[in-house]
Structures are given as C-alpha cells and as structure tokens.
C-alpha cells in the first residue's frame, strides 16, 4: 500500500505547526467538509470548504496561549488516514494548562483531503472507518 495518502496529512500537520495555512489549503479540496465533537464547547460541530478550514484552525489558538499539538499516532488505510493527537496549551482566560487527546479521520481523494473529522475517543473514528469500508 501507498503511503501517499498519510504523507499528505502529515505534510498538512507541518504546514499548520509553521503557520502556514496556505499550503494546508493546497491539501485540502475546495469543498472539504469538516466535523467536529459537538460536546466541545464554543466550536461549531460543522464546517465547509476552505472557508471551514480557516474558521476551525481560528477556534483552537484563540481559546490558548502556547497552543500545540504533537502527532501520537497516524496510519493510513485504503483512501483514509486515522491520527491520533495530544492538544494543549494554556487557558488564555484561566492561565491553566490543559492537554486532550484528539483522533482524527481524514479521507483523501485525488491527491487532497475532501473529509477531516474529529473525535473525542479513538474508538470513535474507528467505528466511524470500519462503518466507511
């Protein structure tokens, strides 16, 4: 198998850590739809586009000072790549510093990610590939 599809999300990963949201977009489709945990507090569980892509990258780093997120895990399967994530940084209101683990679902086709979905638990997203083959 292919390891194309898990370097473009890791390239992805790169692009956001330098800031550069430009070259993410270049991975991304046009018409990328984006889900979110709707238990998360102040993020929309849904966005679209390019457009979506910018609004969910806006919500982390506005909530935190020294905002991060380290790749604990990525493995790509048929036209989907699975990445489990440590997210943190410092409360920007509270000073208190918080860390989540995240795991995300990305399917990729024709060389960009179309579909980028976020869950709470890494059972989740499994469930959710095994229910997409």
Request: aromatic letters at 10%; one cysteine or more; proline letters at 4%.
């Amino acid at each position: 198998m292919s390891q194309e599809n898990l370097e473009i999300v890791q390239a992805a990963f790169r692009a956001f850590e330098k800031g550069d949201f430009d070259a993410v977009l270049r991975l991304c489709d046009e018409d990328i739809e984006i889900t979110q945990p709707p238990e998360l507090p102040d993020v929309s569980p849904r966005q679209h586009g390019h457009a979506g892509v910018l609004e969910a990258f806006a919500i982390w780093p506005e909530q935190w000072d020294d905002y991060r997120v380290e790749i604990l895990g990525a493995a790509e399967v048929s036209d989907q790549v699975i990445v489990t994530t440590l997210q943190g940084g410092r409360g920007k209101d509270s000073g208190a510093r918080v860390q989540a683990t995240f795991t995300f679902l990305f399917s990729i086709r024709a060389g960009k990610i179309t579909e980028w979905r976020m869950f709470m638990q890494e059972a989740e997203a499994l469930e959710a590939m095994r229910l997409a083959e």
